[in-house]
T-cell receptor, first 111, second 116 residues
Framework: QKEVEQDPGPLSVPEGAIVSLNCTYS??????FMWYRQYSRKGPELLMY????GNKEDGRFTAQVDKSSKYISLFIRDSQPSDSATYLC???????????FGPGTSLSVIP | DGGITQSPKYLFRKEGQNVTLSCEQN?????MYWYRQDPGQGLRLIYY???????QKGDIAEGYSVSREKKESFPLTVTSAQKNPTAFYLC???????????????FGEGSWLTVV
């Protein structure tokens, strides 16, 4: 079993839809959770960062962490064509430990 | 502007040749990393460095070498020993350790290496 798993997609949604992107993980010691967005042929950029469980909202983006289920989610409201990218989840045990990345989910938002 | 600069963006190499990818950051970050990204495999850690003049192997270090002589610079050499070097290479950095933001990593724009 991989340490962090994501459905690779591709996920295709119409413009304006609510998108749900998910990751599962096996290491219950993970405490720091991140979401990155990567446009084609570009480096990933940090979207959201959360510590431990709970929700965090930033504009159209909401990150959720459910440590009891070892499951994290990124919700995108009112999705736009500019949201079309690959989304990578990432996590680490503490602030100095190695960050583990998921393989990424490819999202296409159709106008 | 602060950021991470990788060069070259695209590079072609003949089999049997070594090639060095440059990475410079002006974020005053302590830690720097090299990742390799292949389709469907996500990011794999090649080498990382948490302090000048020190670095550690990541998960796929064979066939690669690095140096960290300056805080701002972390070049990666892809040697002829790397059996399948064609990939997208990403340099990254983070403030280490940073208890306020975990270990959030910031990436450069990447370098595409093709072996011909």
């Amino acid at each position: 079993q991989k340490e962090v798993e994501q459905d690779p997609g591709p996920l295709s949604v119409p413009e304006g839809a609510i998108v749900s992107l998910n990751c599962t993980y096996s290491n219950s010691a993970f405490q720091y959770f991140m979401w990155y967005r990567q446009y084609s042929r570009k480096g990933p950029e940090l979207l959201m960062y959360t510590y431990s469980s709970g929700n965090k909202e930033d504009g159209r983006f909401t990150a959720q962490v459910d440590k009891s289920s070892k499951y994290i989610s990124l919700f995108i409201r009112d999705s736009q064509p500019s949201d079309s990218a690959t989304y990578l989840c990432a996590m680490s045990v503490n602030s100095y430990d190695k960050v583990i990345f998921g393989p990424g989910t490819s999202l296409s938002v159709i106008p | 502007d602060g950021g991470i600069t990788q060069s070259p963006k695209y590079l072609f190499r003949k089999e049997g040749q070594n090639v060095t990818l440059s990475c410079e950051q002006n974020l005053n970050h302590d830690a720097m990393y090299w990742y390799r990204q292949d389709p469907g495999q996500g990011l794999r850690l090649i080498y990382y460095s948490q302090i000048v003049n020190d670095f550690q192997k990541g998960d796929i270090a064979e066939g690669y070498s690095v140096s960290r002589e300056k805080k701002e610079s972390f070049p990666l050499t892809v040697t002829s020993a790397q059996k399948n070097p064609t990939a997208f290479y990403l340099c990254a950095s983070s403030k280490y350790p940073d208890p306020f933001s975990g270990n959030t990593i910031y990436f450069g724009e990447g370098s595409w290496l093709t072996v011909v």
